[in-house]
């Protein structure tokens, strides 16, 4: 039987769009096949997780009704009351599943991982983490299980995000466009589909697969001769730097064009991200919806608890400690690996520098024309690519193996 990787070969894209065929007509004439796309979305998912992988069809199932029981029966609790302890406590439950599976790995407990880990247990956890966050606040006030099956298994962004909000995801699914935004919407998804085929199978193909093999091994090869420092690290930074951006962006527009054929308007990921003119304004642009999750979800909130229990007075020095926290967390989120520590660490660190020379700016009155923003541009993208390097791991496999 098929086992279809999401957005993996042309194969996949075949039977999508065969599949998505009824959808397209029925949201054309103005009716949203509920049942059928549902439907779509398990056999999917179902064809994801087939052959060798089904162990993670049971992890997946298992996961969902965990999170079920747990988004329900805390937006029942806060019906009646509001205590922080079970807020912490229902929010630690949430995630505990992927830090397990996080834990695990590094661990080498294989048994664990294969138990609980499944293709997309991070995205799902974002999903369901931020329902109960959003639950205490207020946000959302009822909780309808067969939306919220819908919103988790959503087939287009299950595997890799880009990561919704349900409040959002709530009001396309309720409702149908209009045949004028519709048409607008198929429009844009076959723009999305073309151009992710360029970056994911064209451009990220050649530097991921011709290039960059060959670029490692020449930096391994001369890291020998010169005990570890090697000029092919600065050609393997950039490739490597690019063709994660390429592959990710690509894949992205593959689910954003895919929701969209479906009538769901699923936040874009990437715009033009080496653009940025420092660091911060590079995570408004660069896997967006994950870096707005972070600092809606973790670093305003860290920010806010500081300043309510008055820890510490200078704003600054408690934004500054909110970022380091923040990217900290996201680095341990990508693995517990030291590279992905120090990547995160990296950026932290990197954000208090930026706003460090905000201040300055603005004080000092530095001159700003189109040429410094070219030069805050050039030097944004080197760094960058440099914590992309620190990112790949490949530092680790040259110096410590």
């Known amino acids: ?22 959808l397209a007509v029925g949201l054309y004439f103005g009716k949203r096949i509920d049942w059928y796309e549902v439907i779509v979305s398990l056999v999917f998912i179902f064809l994801m997780f087939n052959g060798k992988k089904y162990h993670e069809g049971y992890a997946i199932i298992g996961f969902m009704i965990w999170q079920w029981l747990l988004v329900w029966g805390y937006t029942l609790y806060r019906k009646k009351s509001n205590n922080a302890l079970v807020f912490y406590f229902a929010t630690l439950l949430a995630i505990l599943p992927l830090v397990i599976v996080k834990v695990s790995a590094p661990a080498h407990w294989t048994h664990v991982s294969t138990l609980l880990g499944f293709l997309g247990i991070s995205y799902l956890t974002f999903r369901s983490t931020a329902m109960i966050l959003e639950t205490r606040d207020g946000s959302i006030k009822t909780f309808n299980p067969w939306l919220f099956l819908r919103f988790m298994l959503f087939m287009p962004s299950i595997s890799s995000g880009p990561i919704d909000r349900y409040r959002r995801f709530e009001k396309d699914i309720t409702s149908v466009p209009s045949r004028e935004k519709y048409v607008s919407m198929l429009e844009k998804a076959v723009w999305y589909f073309f151009l992710g085929f360029l970056y994911k199978f064209i451009i990220s193909h050649y530097l991921g697969e011709v290039w960059l093999p060959y670029i490692q091994a020449f930096a391994i090869d001369a890291a020998q001769v010169h005990h570890g420092w090697t000029w092919w690290l600065i050609p393997y930074m950039y490739t490597t730097g690019l063709n994660l951006f390429f592959d990710f962006a690509g894949y992205s527009l593959f689910a954003v064009a895919t929701s969209y054929v479906m009538g769901i308007e699923l936040p874009m990921n990437f715009d033009k991200p080496f653009l940025s003119k420092n660091l911060k304004e590079f995570w408004n642009r660069w896997h967006i919806t994950l870096s707005f999750w972070f600092r809606d979800y973790i670093f305003m909130r860290f920010v806010f608890l ?13 934004s500054n400690i909110a970022y380091i926290f923040n990217m900290l967390v996201m680095g341990f989120w990508h693995g517990l690996h030291w590279y992905y520590i120090a990547y995160g660490l990296f950026h932290g660190v990197g954000l208090v520098i930026n706003d460090a020379w905000i201040r300055y700016k603005k004080k000092h009155n530095v001159p700003h024309n189109k040429w410094t923003d070219a030069i805050a541009i050039v030097i944004t993208f080197n760094v960058v690519m440099l914590s992309f390097l620190l990112f790949s791991g490949f530092l680790d496999t040259l110096w410590f193996k």
């Open 1 to 22: 039987m098929l086992n279809l990787q999401p957005y993996a070969d042309p194969q996949y894209f075949v039977y999508l769009l065969l599949a998505l065929v009824p």
């Open 306 to 318: 500081i300043m309510k229990k008055k820890w510490i007075k200078s704003r600054v020095t408690t």
